[in-house]
T-cell receptor, first 114, second 114 residues
């Protein structure tokens, strides 16, 4: 069965530190990949997405992610975090199969200390 | 404005009662999804639908039921058979299934069994 794994469950950083959140998926075919963010008290919002082409994708608020097909990974990065980045981050995968299933990881809670 | 509306925002239910959560979208999206969000477990897929009058079970469908009689509506019923229904429920929709599109989320419904 397809699955998505986020390795870091809770990350605490100081402002200006660099961020990398891991995401691995299990599916051998073509995938669409997403990172969503949920700020406290708000609904899920799309940070960035990968469908095809350049494996390094840039999203909103200075976030980027790199798709490494050989490693089945789609890690999220940001060079310098801000206090306002405190949120929960979810990696998601949509497989190319006709089922249309969209699967999420367990989520990573990021706490940025001012 | 286009979007996804979930109602109510908070819902209380007595044990043994069925309850229906509403999800409506005016984005003309084909696919709709129901997820359950629990701390540390991310978003788990309950049911999804790619087209009117058709839906599939997700990973945790037991104790839940859905219908898709209209394109814009995908209500979720939490039945008395669901052993642990207290959770945050999220509805999402997505554009044409065959195309590369991201999912959009509603604000969620927090269900508490009392």
């Amino acid at each position: 069965a397809q699955s998505v794994s986020q390795h870091n469950h809770h990350v605490i950083l100081s402002e200006a530190a660099s961020l990398e959140l891991g995401c691995n998926y299990s599916y051998g075919g073509t995938v669409n990949l997403f990172w969503y963010v949920q700020y406290p008290g708000q609904h899920l919002q799309l940070l960035l997405k990968y469908f095809s082409g350049d494996p390094l994708v840039k999203g909103i608020k200075g976030f980027e992610a790199e798709f490494i097909k050989s490693k089945f990974s789609f890690n999220l990065r940001k060079p310098s975090v801000q206090w306002s980045d405190t949120a929960e981050y979810f990696c998601a995968v949509k497989t190319s199969s006709n089922t249309g299933k969209l699967i999420f990881g367990q989520g990573t809670t990021l706490q940025v200390k001012p | 404005d286009g979007g996804i509306t979930q109602s109510p925002k908070y819902l209380f239910r007595k044990e043994g009662q069925n309850v229906t959560l509403s999800c409506e979208q005016n984005l003309n999206h084909d696919a709709m999804y129901w997820y359950r969000q629990d701390p540390g477990q991310g978003l788990r897929l309950i049911y999804y639908s790619q087209i009117v009058n058709d839906f599939q079970k997700g990973d945790i469908a037991e104790g839940y039921s859905v219908s898709r009689e209209k394109k814009e509506s995908f209500p979720l019923t939490v039945t008395s058979a669901q052993k642990n229904p207290t959770a945050f429920y999220l509805c999402a929709s997505r554009g044409r299934t065959a195309m590369n599109t991201e999912a959009f989320f509603g604000q969620g419904t927090r269900l508490t069994v009392v």
